[in-house]
């Protein structure tokens, strides 16, 4: 399953093509060849590629001056499957290097795979919110060790992103609004407007764990605006948005937390009134009831896309 709108954004699912072997395997290449060959066919588009990492993340971005950059690598252990998939779309891209990798928060689902994924294709940079500060949870911390452990061996080439900062990419900005439980103070251009849907939203209890430290982005591309916010959690997402709306307007929606309902506000997603949700969700991770309600009803949504189906649903 592939997306594309005019600035080239494609979206795939490959869980089923892993279990393809021979001809169903040359088949299923030939099906995908508009994504396999990214600097002979298209010319100067921004191209993203979500891999599914079955309810974690990774998200491939190439911007139009062909730089790189992996938001998440997905789950350890699983015989390297997810390190797997995202090497595989890295060569269906013409990749022989990821420029950054940027880790949105150090739970295992986003963060695991680091170690596998630098066993397969080389990476340059890191960009990730700084220390862990959720030390209670073996998983995260094991996560967290196996990276620090990447970092050392590649002399700690890596950024601490902090709200407000412009990522090191080129032929679009990219703009953090979260890091480390901190947010952006300031209206992104063209945003700052009163947001007349925070009154009718439920509050949510303050989250203490890693997910309020997401690393957050909106990317422009002339005039396309896509977000990310990682697993960024009601609290967080409503200071962004209420009372002023400090995001604006999107295009694309990179749906928080896999679509679980911790996540995804009315107030903050009739705030960013996407045109297209994509979301990363998992077959029993993700995938709300409520949060597809919420999603529907927003103003301006053209279609909503699943990595899976959703047994929750």
Same mark, same amino acid.
């Given at each position: 399953?592939?997306?594309?709108?005019?600035?080239?954004?494609?979206?795939?699912?490959?869980?089923?093509?892993?279990?393809?072997?021979?001809?169903?395997?040359?088949?299923?290449?030939?099906?995908?060849?508009?994504? @396999? @060959?990214? #600097?002979?066919?298209?010319?100067?588009?921004?191209?993203?590629? &979500?891999?599914?990492?079955?309810?974690?993340?990774?998200?491939?971005?190439?911007?139009? =001056?062909?730089?790189?950059? &992996?938001?998440?690598?997905?789950?350890?252990?699983?015989?390297?499957?997810?390190? #797997?998939?995202?090497?595989?779309?890295?060569?269906?891209?013409?990749?022989?290097?990821?420029?950054?990798?940027?880790?949105?928060?150090?739970?295992?689902?986003?963060?695991?795979?680091?170690?596998?994924?630098?066993?397969?294709?080389?990476?340059?940079?890191?960009?990730?919110?700084?220390?862990?500060?959720?030390?209670?949870?073996?998983?995260?911390?094991?996560?967290?060790?196996?990276?620090?452990?990447?970092?050392?061996?590649?002399?700690?080439?890596?950024?601490?992103?902090?709200?407000?900062?412009?990522?090191?990419?080129?032929?679009?900005?990219?703009?953090?609004?979260?890091?480390?439980?901190?947010?952006?103070? *300031?209206?992104?251009?063209?945003?700052?407007?009163?947001?007349?849907?925070?009154?009718?939203?439920?509050?949510?209890?303050?989250?203490?764990?890693?997910?309020?430290? *997401?690393?957050?982005?909106?990317?422009?591309?002339?005039?396309?605006?896509?977000?990310?916010?990682?697993?960024?959690?009601?609290? #967080? =997402?409503?200071?962004?948005?209420?009372?002023?709306?400090?995001?604006? #307007?999107?295009?694309?929606?990179?749906?928080?937390?896999?679509?679980?309902?911790?996540?995804?506000?009315?107030?903050?997603?009739?705030?960013?009134?996407?045109?297209?949700?994509?979301?990363?969700?998992?077959?029993?991770?993700?995938?709300?009831?409520?949060?597809? =309600?919420?999603?529907?009803? *927003?103003?301006?949504?053209?279609?909503?896309?699943?990595?899976?189906?959703?047994?929750?649903?």
């Amino acid at each position: 399953m592939c997306i594309k709108t005019s600035f080239r954004f494609a979206a795939c699912t490959l869980a089923a093509a892993w279990a393809l072997t021979g001809a169903a395997a040359v088949r299923a290449q030939a099906a995908h060849s508009h994504l @396999r @060959r990214h #600097k002979m066919d298209i010319a100067l588009p921004l191209t993203a590629y &979500l891999i599914d990492v079955e309810g974690g993340q990774a998200t491939l971005l190439i911007t139009p =001056e062909g730089q790189t950059m &992996l938001i998440d690598t997905g789950w350890p252990d699983h015989d390297g499957r997810d390190a #797997k998939r995202i090497a595989a779309v890295a060569k269906l891209a013409d990749l022989d290097h990821i420029d950054f990798v940027l880790l949105t928060h150090y739970h295992p689902d986003h963060a695991g795979g680091v170690p596998q994924l630098l066993e397969r294709i080389p990476v340059a940079e890191f960009i990730d919110h700084g220390p862990l500060r959720e030390t209670d949870d073996k998983a995260t911390v094991a996560a967290y060790n196996a990276y620090q452990m990447v970092l050392a061996q590649a002399n700690d080439k890596r950024v601490v992103a902090q709200p407000g900062m412009k990522l090191p990419l080129y032929g679009l900005t990219a703009t953090v609004v979260s890091a480390d439980g901190n947010l952006l103070q *300031s209206p992104l251009p063209g945003a700052g407007e009163a947001n007349p849907y925070c009154s009718n939203n439920p509050p949510h209890p303050s989250d203490a764990t890693e997910n309020a430290r *997401s690393v957050g982005v909106v990317f422009q591309y002339g005039k396309m605006r896509m977000i990310d916010l990682g697993d960024l959690t009601w609290d #967080k =997402e409503m200071q962004l948005v209420c009372p002023l709306n400090k995001l604006g #307007k999107v295009d694309v929606y990179i749906v928080s937390h896999h679509g679980w309902d911790h996540s995804g506000s009315p107030a903050f997603v009739d705030a960013i009134a996407p045109r297209v949700a994509l979301m990363d969700n998992g077959e029993h991770k993700g995938g709300s009831p409520s949060v597809w =309600e919420i999603l529907e009803k *927003s103003p301006r949504l053209k279609d909503l896309w699943q990595l899976h189906y959703s047994a929750e649903g």
